[in-house]
C-alpha cells in the first residue's frame, strides 16, 4: 500500500496531539522551559540539514526570491486564517485558544525537511516505508509536547502532512521516470539545506527571538529544485 507509511504519520501526530492536549495543566513555567528546549534543539536541527547543502549560493537565492514569492502570495497569511477558522468552530464561549499557532508552527516543522520527501519517495517506489514509519515516531512525541504548549491546533497539521507526503508517494513514479537518479540526489540535498535554514527559523520563532515569517519561505523549495535542474541542464 503506498499509502501506508504516510497514513501512519497523519496518525501518529492525531494520537500524540491528543496526548499532548491532555496534558496540558502542565504548569506554565515548566511549558515555557520545555518549549524554549524544544526550539533550541530545532535550532540544531535546522543547522545541521543547511549543512547538507552544496551549493549555497543557489540555497541563498532560493530562499531569497522564495521570500520574495511567498511574501507577495501571503502563504503565512492564509495559514493564519486557516487556522482562525478551526480556532473559531472550536473554541468554546471564553476560552483562551490559540490553534492557529499550533497549526501553523506543527505544519511547517512536520512538512518541511528531508525525511519527508525521501520517505514519500520510498513509499512510492519500493513500497519502503521505513523512512516515514521512523519520521511518524518523532513526529507522534514532537506532536505531544506541541500540543501541550500550543494546543489542539497541533492535531490539523496531520492533514497538510498527509497531502504533502502522499502527492510525492503517489507521484514518486513518475518523478523517477523524468529525473536521474544522480540529479534526484542533488534535488534532495539542495532541498534539505533550504529547508534547514527553515526550520532553524521556526527554532528561533519558538525560543522567542524575533519571528520569522517561515512559511513565506516556502516557494523557496520548489525554487530550488529547479534552480538545481536548470544549473544541471546547462552544465
Known sequence: MVLLGTLVN??????GAYIGVKLQRIPEKMKETVMKAIGLAVIILGITMALDGQE?????FSL??????????????????????????????????????????????????????????????????????TKSVLDGFSSIIFAATLGIGVMFS????ILYQGSIALGAAYIVAFVPEE?????????TAVGGIMILAIGLNIVGIKPVRVANLLPAIPLAVLF????NTIA
Not at 468554546?92 to 525521501?118: K, P, Q, W, Y
Not at 496531520?158 to 502532512?161: E, F, N, Q, R
Not at 540529479?183 to 532541498?191: G, Y
Open 64 to 133: 531569497a526570491l522564495g521570500g520574495i514569492l511567498g511574501e507577495r502570495m501571503n502563504i503565512e497569511g492564509k495559514l493564519n486564517q486557516l487556522g482562525g477558522v478551526l480556532e473559531k468552530r472550536m473554541k468554546r464561549g471564553s476560552e483562551s485558544s490559540n490553534i492557529a499557532e499550533g497549526f501553523v508552527a506543527a505544519t511547517l516543522l512536520f512538512v518541511v525537511g528531508a525525511m519527508a520527501i525521501i520517505g514519500a519517495l520510498d513509499s512510492g517506489l519500493r513500497g519502503d516505508h521505513s523512512v516515514l514509519l
Open 10 to 15: 497523519g496518525l501518529t501526530i492525531i494520537i
Open 158 to 161: 496531520s492533514i497538510p502532512v
Open 228 to 231: 538545481v535542474f536548470i544549473i
Open 183 to 191: 540529479l534526484l540526489d542533488l534535488m534532495v540535498s539542495e532541498i
Open 56 to 60: 549555497f549560493l543557489l540555497v541563498i
